[in-house]
């Protein structure tokens, strides 16, 4: 299991960073750049430093937990730490928003996440499990791009 970690500054641009942070991380990790999973993974990157740096103003911590590359199944955590004690709030949004939908896509998307209090602040995590990943084989998502039907600007 590798485990890095990545320090985020309270700024807007700081998301694009962490998702090219995140991309290079995993070509160690045995999991290829564009398998579904990478492509989930990053969007989750994205939406939940998004929030720490958008909602809470407060630098943060990424971290990832990724499989050796020898491993076929695994889950892959992702983690944001912050030193806002504000919960993570879902918000329910009309079809006109351009915000709102963050935790949501987490929910749809991880295969399981969460938030605790960790000392000041509060950590959101949100996990991935991988399947045996050959050419042939599918993710257990059932191998649908995460970015399907999604638009988002690239930072």
Not at 17 to 34: F, M, N, Q, V
Not at 97 to 117: F, H, I, K
Request: charged fraction near 25%; hydrophobic fraction near 40%; charge should be negative.
């Amino acid at each position: 299991m590798l485990q890095v970690q990545l320090e985020v500054r309270p700024d807007p641009a700081e998301v694009g960073r962490a998702r090219r942070w995140a991309r290079s991380r995993l070509a160690g990790s045995g999991i290829e750049a564009d398998e579904p999973l990478a492509e989930t993974l990053i969007l989750l990157v994205s939406e939940l430093v998004t929030n720490a740096v958008v909602h809470t103003g407060c630098p943060a911590v990424l971290r990832l937990s990724l499989p050796g590359t020898a491993a076929e199944t695994a889950t892959v955590r992702l983690e944001v730490a912050d030193t806002s004690d504000r919960a993570p709030v879902p918000r329910c949004v009309d079809g006109e928003a351009t915000g709102g939908r963050g935790l949501a896509l987490v929910d749809g998307l991880a295969d399981r996440w969460g938030w605790s209090p960790e000392g000041a602040g509060k950590r959101i995590w949100c996990e991935l499990d991988r399947c045996g990943q050959s050419r042939a084989a599918q993710t257990c998502r059932g191998g649908v791009s995460a970015y399907e039907g999604l638009a988002f600007e690239a930072v």
